[in-house]
């Protein structure tokens, strides 16, 4: 199938309406086709009309799509011409843009290109995809756009999408790992057609603690294939010299009055988070409170989630109104999303959905009062999250 020669509906219905329906959507949960604007009016002399053609400029506007929100699937978003990506909106959900018409406008394919490089790590928005029918991203090997292309791979009807691992060189010879120019390699480096590559730094104190590999499927999908902690005892012992026992550990937490304190400790002495999460099985799941005790004192964890649900069930929130319990019942979303970390950040407040309750300061001093009734109420719940398990230890 051609399809470049496929009109914008044929497109809908053989490519992105089966992709919405696949994703968990029900037909009575969206709609195609929906107008967002009428035509503009036209007045001449004593006529008036008002413009039907979508096509030409001043007609009305309409979605191609509208999903419905719905708490067992994803979040709704609309799908729209390109043409609405071009100047003035900045849609930093945006995850997929479809071209579906020819642009010959190298400014225009920025701007809408542009749209979707926008970053959005609260929504888990760090990459996007894009789907042309019409050979309008051709315009990324144009010189103007961004220098020379590294590579350009144009596979054929019966090749695969993804490149291959090695491409052709211009000159036939490989480039020197060493960056000299005769080719040669420091024994115990890495080898040409291995995919290693050779480290170079200097009065550093070097070793591999984590290693990952991570690739895109065909659907663009991110797959981490397996990953290796190689120095999880030398973690370990960093996390009990840093601590002493378990009981020092429950202690300072206790006694921190903001969580992010220990977290710049760990990271300070070589161990971000990022790096105890790769030491357990589940790390993404779970806060660095059970990370520390589970990798560095043998307790069983407990995950972000679980412990947000336990706070749930005990009902706290009892002694606040209505607006407060909203606010605290998000934080509590957010630290099983994403961890202490979170809630202990104002600036969480100007996120979804805080913005639809209010500014930060009509949160922090209009729903609680007072900054200072905010910051305890946050206290409040950090020692709701982890009493029960601190208490137990402590026993």
Request: glycine share 6%; aromatic share 8%.
């Amino acid at each position: 199938m051609d399809k470049r020669i496929l009109s914008e509906r044929d497109i809908c219905t053989k490519f992105i309406t089966p992709a919405i329906q696949k994703a968990g959507w029900q037909q009575q949960d969206f709609r195609e086709e929906v107008r967002l604007t009428d035509g503009r009016v036209m007045v001449r002399g004593n006529l008036a009309a008002r413009i039907k053609n979508p096509d030409v400029k001043g007609g009305p506007k309409r979605a191609d799509y509208v999903l419905y929100a719905c708490s067992s699937l994803p979040n709704p978003v609309i799908a729209t011409t390109s043409k609405l990506l071009t100047t003035g909106v900045d849609a930093k959900t945006c995850k997929l843009i479809v071209l579906d018409q020819n642009i010959n406008s190298m400014t225009e394919f920025k701007q809408i290109i542009g749209r979707g490089t926008r970053l959005r790590e609260d929504y888990q928005k760090l990459y996007f995809t894009i789907m042309d029918f019409k050979g309008a991203t051709r315009l990324f090997a144009d010189p103007d756009f961004d220098g020379e292309p590294v590579i350009i791979y144009e596979p054929k009807p019966d090749e695969p999408v993804v490149p291959p691992d090695e491409l052709p060189t211009t000159t036939g010879k490989p480039t020197p790992l060493d960056g000299g120019t005769n080719g040669e390699i420091d024994e115990g480096a890495a080898r040409v057609g291995e995919g290693r590559t050779k480290y170079v730094l200097d009065d550093v104190d070097v070793r591999l603690a984590v290693e990952r590999s991570q690739y895109l499927d065909a659907d663009g999908k991110l797959i981490t294939e397996d990953y290796r902690v190689l120095l999880k005892d030398d973690i370990k012992k960093s996390l009990q010299t840093q601590f002493g026992s378990l009981t020092d550990f429950l202690r300072r937490w206790s006694e921190s009055e903001r969580k992010q304190a220990i977290l710049d400790e760990l990271k300070d002495q070589g161990i971000p988070l990022e790096v105890l999460q790769q030491a357990v099985a589940n790390g993404d799941e779970l806060d660095v409170f059970d990370l520390v005790a589970h990798v560095a004192f043998n307790q069983k964890p407990l995950t972000r989630r679980e412990r947000a649900n336990q706070v749930k069930k005990r009902d706290i929130f009892g002694k606040y109104g209505e607006q407060a319990r909203r606010v605290l019942e998000a934080l509590l979303d957010k630290f099983a999303d994403h961890g202490v970390q979170d809630i202990e950040d104002s600036k969480v407040l100007e996120l979804p959905p805080f913005d639809q309750i209010g500014t930060k300061t009509q949160i922090r001093r209009g729903i609680f009062g007072s900054t200072e009734n905010y910051a305890q109420a946050i206290q409040e719940l950090e020692q709701a999250l982890y009493d029960e398990t601190l208490q137990q230890k402590s026993a």
